[in-house]
């Protein structure tokens, strides 16, 4: 059996200036990982309001690997969410609360889908994070 080396992830102070508009722009491809079940790759609308519903609340981030990042529900913990993943970040153990997607960002801070590699290594580093038992 063979291991994955999880990266240390960074925190949103360590986030590029990210884009959300108004304005229509096509679907994106996003990996979703609900509570309890399979990650999946899910198309939604590139806005913000549309993110937000598919973590049920603001959008708090987290860098995976370059332009690749996970966004949960800010206010988790708050909303008593059950956990979904406990991943590494600088020193310690983080629990992600709730349902989470990944997604990335160009250089110029828009959202773009990922690609089938991507979404092929999104899957195997959010199987790698530990679930609740």
């Keep these: 059996m063979s291991t994955i080396q999880l990266p ?11 884009k959300f508009t108004d304005a229509p722009r ?7 990982v609900p509570v309890g079940r399979a990650p999946a790759p899910r198309m939604v609308e590139d806005n913000l309001e549309a993110m937000q519903a598919l973590v049920g609340g603001y959008l708090d981030a987290v860098i995976l690997s370059g332009r690749i990042i996970l966004f949960c529900n800010e206010d988790g913990i708050e909303q008593g969410l059950p956990v979904n993943r406990t991943v590494p ?16 960002f ?14 092929v290594d999104s899957i195997r580093m959010v199987t790698a994070c530990r679930s609740p038992r």
């Design 8 to 18: 240390q992830l960074k925190f949103t102070d360590q986030l590029p200036q990210l």
């Design 26 to 32: 096509p679907p994106v491809r996003v990996l979703f």
């Design 89 to 104: 970040a600088r020193s310690e153990h983080v629990e992600i609360r709730g349902d989470f997607f990944v997604t990335r």
């Design 106 to 119: 160009d250089a110029d801070g828009n959202s773009v889908s990922l690609t089938d590699v991507e979404i």
